[in-house]
């Protein structure tokens, strides 16, 4: 199967104007028949996350100023990817 480069915003935060500031970018390379637990655990990974002790909440923007659409599960994943 084929694999999509993914740019991963992390450990910044998010304006009252619905922009993410002080970000820092990493990109991962992910399948496209990847699972959402198979992100979760390649993201707690890759950004050194101890799951016991925090939560990864996994978001993205389509447009500047737009509402963030969290990705939950297989469904809203594949929605990401496609």
Avoid at 30 to 38: A, C, G, K, P, R
Avoid at 52 to 70: F, G, P, T
Wanted: net charge negative; charged share 25%; aromatic share 10%.
């Amino acid at each position: 199967m084929g694999s999509i480069p993914v740019l991963v915003k992390h450990s910044g935060r998010w304006t009252y104007e619905k922009n993410y500031k002080e970000y820092i970018t990493d990109a991962i390379l992910l399948s496209i028949s990847v699972t959402f637990i198979e992100l979760h655990d390649e993201l707690a990974s890759h950004l050194s996350v101890d799951l016991m002790r925090k939560r990864i909440l996994v978001e993205y923007q389509i447009i500047a100023n737009a509402r963030q659409i969290e990705i939950h599960n297989d469904m809203s994943l594949k929605v990401f990817i496609f």
